[in-house]
């Protein structure tokens, strides 16, 4: 478990070297302009260091913006973006890379992710990434919703093994064998929904937890995974919420309220099923 000492600014180390913010902003169902640009303004403002956007959210062009509105170095922030599931193959996998640069005003995004394990192109993709890492327009490769079958078939074809996998990962999802895995593997595990979107933040038992730290039930979620090492990503268009979920890092939830929260699974997505993917 993490110590106390936690910070907002607090790193991991991937496995090929490169540092990452364990903490960051999500940005999926951002709208794209004004809503996009201050929420992420804001989190710049508040301390976040990390953003995460995909080609699919149609908001690379406004983190861009706000990123250059902050004028925080580039080297601070830690950009990620994501390849859409209708841009698999190798040279498609290039070309998208190029657009979501071009879209972010960026020559290089700190993580690319292959946002969906596509069956029967997703090697061919992941040749490409490793291209896309040769040629610096990303310092780190990674993939998201891959299970375990999926990894355990990518580290089969390739030396280069993803940096992170970014999965849906809260109590009420805790897919406690792949982060084993992943930890294994030096695979960085990444929350998103760590939320659960909204839908369990009424939860009497997470309630109750979180009155017990004079905490919301958002900052009971984000902390836990936190302290599983476990990089988290939520989002909030509201610069109060943006607060709050970066407001976490003055207390440590107890190992007994840790296996508290560990037992809330119900294995309960609120985004997509990739365990259904052959
Ligand atoms: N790789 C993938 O396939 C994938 C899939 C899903 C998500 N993601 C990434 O992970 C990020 C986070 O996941 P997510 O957006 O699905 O869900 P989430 O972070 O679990 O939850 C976001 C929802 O919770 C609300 N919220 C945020 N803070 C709150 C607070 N303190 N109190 C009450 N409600 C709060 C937000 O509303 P407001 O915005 O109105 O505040 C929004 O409706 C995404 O934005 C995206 O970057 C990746």
């Not at 879209?103 to 394990?117: A, T």
């Not at 490409?128 to 990303?138: D, I, P, S, V």
């Not at 937890?209 to 599983?228: D, E, F, N, V």
């Not at 107890?254 to 508290?260: A, G, H, I, Q, W």
Request: aromatic letters at 8%; hydrophobic letters at 40%; a negative charge.
């Amino acid at each position: 478990m993490r110590p106390k000492e936690i910070k907002i600014d607090t790193k991991v180390k991937l496995s090929n070297g490169v540092e990452m913010p364990i903490f960051g902003l999500g940005t999926f169902q951002m709208r794209s302009g004004k809503e996009t640009q201050q929420a992420v303004l804001a989190a710049l403002e508040a301390g976040y260091r990390l953003i995460d956007t995909a080609q699919m959210y149609g908001n690379e062009e406004d983190v861009g913006i706000a990123l250059k509105e902050s004028g925080i170095p580039r080297e601070e922030v830690f950009i990620t973006t994501k390849l859409w599931n209708s841009e698999h193959g190798y040279q498609k996998a290039l070309n998208a890379c190029e657009e979501s640069l071009e879209k972010l005003g960026l020559p290089y995004v700190d993580l690319y992710l292959i946002h969906w394990p596509v069956q029967g192109l997703r090697n061919e993709t992941w040749k490409a990434m490793e291209t896309l890492l040769e040629k610096g327009k990303c310092r780190a490769i990674g993939v998201s919703n891959y299970m375990i079958r999926h990894l355990e078939e990518l580290l089969a074809i390739s030396d280069t093994v993803p940096a992170v996998n970014q999965v849906e990962f809260s109590p009420y999802l805790y897919l406690k064998d792949l982060l084993e895995f992943c930890r294994s593997h030096k695979i960085q595990l990444e929350a998103y929904s760590p939320l659960t979107k909204g839908h369990k933040l009424s939860d009497p038992k997470l309630e109750a937890i979180a009155k017990g730290y004079s905490k919301t039930p958002a900052q009971i979620l984000i902390r836990w995974a936190l302290q599983k090492d476990v990089v988290v990503i939520p989002k909030s268009s509201h610069p109060e919420r943006i607060l709050e979920n970066a407001d976490v890092f003055d207390f440590t939830i107890s190992p007994d309220d840790m296996k508290l929260l560990d037992a809330f699974n119900q294995n309960l997505r609120t985004s997509w099923d990739p365990t259904t993917i052959p």
